[in-house]
């Protein structure tokens, strides 16, 4: 009678333990999060409750998730991280608003972060960023708000971006950009402030006169 009991019950726990594996195991989106959290410096213990083992994400602090589990904001800004950023983020496809903002974060941008065709927010201001801004994020096509001021970027703006027809906010001030400023589709109405304090930065373009591929070493 005990054996029979003991035996159920562990099969019980069996099947429990084999329901969770298979859950943590689909959860590619708490496994993208939780490869950023490796890849970051955190010294006020904000990613604490990043605990991949849990069936998804939704729980942990500065993750909001939608009806269905998905994930959809990640609030990181002030939050003195830093490190870099990981192509997994690739996998968000969900994610609306990416808030990174006043951070110490280095080294590139991915460009996986073109990917996330769901993207209405993308602040990565004031941070450490180095290396050009990735031409995939001409397919943010939910793009409202793209500020990635004050960092260290380099390269040209990519002409990719004009085609966004939701971008309304843009700020790439203070960095070392080159080439001339777009002016075409989304970037006919931004202000010159957007672009101010890049040194190498020439503009705007007078279109047919100043060719796009000029000056920018
Ligand atoms: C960027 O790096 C410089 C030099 O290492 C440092 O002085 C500055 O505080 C950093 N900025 C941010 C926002 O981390
Ligand atoms: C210009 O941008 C660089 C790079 O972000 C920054 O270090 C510098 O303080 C800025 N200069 C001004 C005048 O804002």
Known sequence: MIMEKSYGELAMFALAIAALLSLAHTNSEGDAL???RLSLTDPSNVLQSWDPTLVNPCTWFHVTCDSQNQVIRVDLGNARLSGSLVP???VLLNLQYLELYKNSLTGH???EVGKLQSLVSLDLYHNNFTGSIPRSFGKLSSLVFLRLNSNRLTGRIP???TSITSLKAVDMSNNDLCGTIPVTG???HLAAKSFENNSRLNGPELEGFVPY???CH
Do not use: C, N
Request: aromatic content about 12%; cysteine-free.
């Open 186 to 188: 989304s970037f006919s």
């Open 34 to 36: 939780y490869a950023l």
């Open 109 to 111: 941008i991915p460009s």
């Open 88 to 90: 997994e983020l690739g």
């Open 159 to 161: 002409r990719e971006l």
């Open 213 to 215: 591929e000029m000056s």
